[in-house]
């Protein structure tokens, strides 16, 4: 390994532990998930402990969209400009069944899973996923930010 | 009042235009011929003595099909009145033809009618003739057809972004 390789890895894995620390998610809430949301977000399971506590409520300041509950084929676009919106770097979590695959509403009106729109980091099954299974997925996504290739 | 004399009222006024009507476990119900729909549910708004001032709701029902309907309409409009001063109830019918799905409009009498007739057209395609707005409610503009609909083929997507299979 030369040196210039050494320092590049390093200075990934230094992005990567701050980055992993900063989560700040835009929480794009549709349904019942939500409310599994917030229960992960309060004070009993405490997200702020993996430095995710703090919700933005405009795209362009956050870096981890939350797809939280249904999307229906009329809200697709939507989520699509939403996450168009995001600057890099952005991630996506997949929250509950609905957004994985469509869940249980395999009909005219919902779409069968938000990776048919945008790219998918972590899917989190579950209807709804209890808080446990959030901060599993909220972990799962760090040790992903932590370890990919850094582009800054 | 109980069921009994809304039905006595409503027949004597309309006779005819009455199709049938009956009454089982405190649940009124007439179903009207479609020309007089809107007479009959004036008078459930104004005569005082029925005085239904809120449409509960407002559907409509796909028979095509049905085990002992296939002959008659297909559709059947639903009302669903209450009477917030007599605390009673009342469910209108109207029943028409796919060839010819037309009601009259009831937003004049109850203004909630406006989203509610918006809706059945939307998943029903039943039109309602001088509906001010009569637009798709919780579908898109794009979509074709209309979900609720019995021939409208399970397995049918129309996403607006993203792939149609």
Known sequence: MGVGSFFTSKLDEAIGWARKYSIFQYPFVTACCGMEYMATACSHYDVDRFGAGLPRFSPRQADVLFVVGTISHKMAPVLKRIYDQMTEPKWVVAFGVCTCTGGFYDNYATVQGIDTIIPVDVYIPGCPPRPESVLDGLMKLQDKIATQTQRF | ?165
């Open chain 2, 1 to 165: 009042m109980p069921g009994g004399p809304i039905l006595q009222r409503l027949t004597d006024q309309f006779g005819a235009g009455l199709v049938e009507t009956h009454e089982y476990r405190g649940d009124t119900t007439a179903v009207v011929e479609r020309r007089v729909v809107t007479d009959v549910l004036r008078a459930c708004r104004e005569e005082p003595a029925l005085g239904f001032d809120v449409l509960m709701d407002l559907t409509a029902v796909d028979y095509s099909k049905y085990p002992g309907r296939e002959d008659g309409p297909r559709f059947e409009v639903v009302y669903h009145l209450y009477s917030i001063a007599h605390n009673h109830r009342l469910r209108v019918k109207v029943r028409v033809d796919e060839d010819d799905a037309v009601v009259p409009t009831a937003v004049p009498l109850w203004p909630i009618a406006n989203w509610f007739e918006r809706e059945v057209w939307d998943m029903f395609g039943i039109r309602f003739a001088d509906h001010p707005d009569l637009r798709r409610l919780l579908m898109y503009e794009q979509f074709v057809g209309h979900p609720l609909r019995k021939d409208y083929p399970i397995n049918r997507r129309q996403p607006l972004i993203g792939p149609k299979a």
